[in-house]
């Protein structure tokens, strides 16, 4: 894997772990909704749509080629909020 790679994984990372910090704190429960969809194009591309939900209510998404990342977007939504 390269640095750049490393760096993008420990973000998303990065992301997640405060989303569950904040939510663990205040006792709230999280969800993932994971969705791969995949476009019928020359490419045949795929990507992931991803749902945050905190305790039954949607809280953010994020859609991205990898899951990780696709949490870590939908992550972003909330943290981005807490601060």
């Known amino acids: ?5 490393n ?10 772990r ?4 904040f939510l663990q704190r205040n006792r709230q429960d999280l ?11 020359a490419n045949k591309s795929r990507y992931w749509q991803v749902t945050a939900v905190v305790d039954g209510e949607e809280i953010g998404i ?3 080629p990898k ?3 696709a949490k ?7 943290i981005v909020d807490m601060y």
């Open 31 to 41: 969800r993932w909704k994971e969705e791969l969809h995949e476009v019928s194009d």
């Open 72 to 78: 870590a977007r939908a992550a972003e939504v909330r």
């Open 18 to 21: 405060l989303l569950h910090k």
């Open 62 to 64: 994020g859609s991205e």
């Open 1 to 5: 894997m390269s640095s750049s790679s």
């Open 67 to 69: 899951l990780r990342a």
């Open 7 to 16: 760096r993008s994984v420990n973000k998303a990372g990065a992301a997640e």
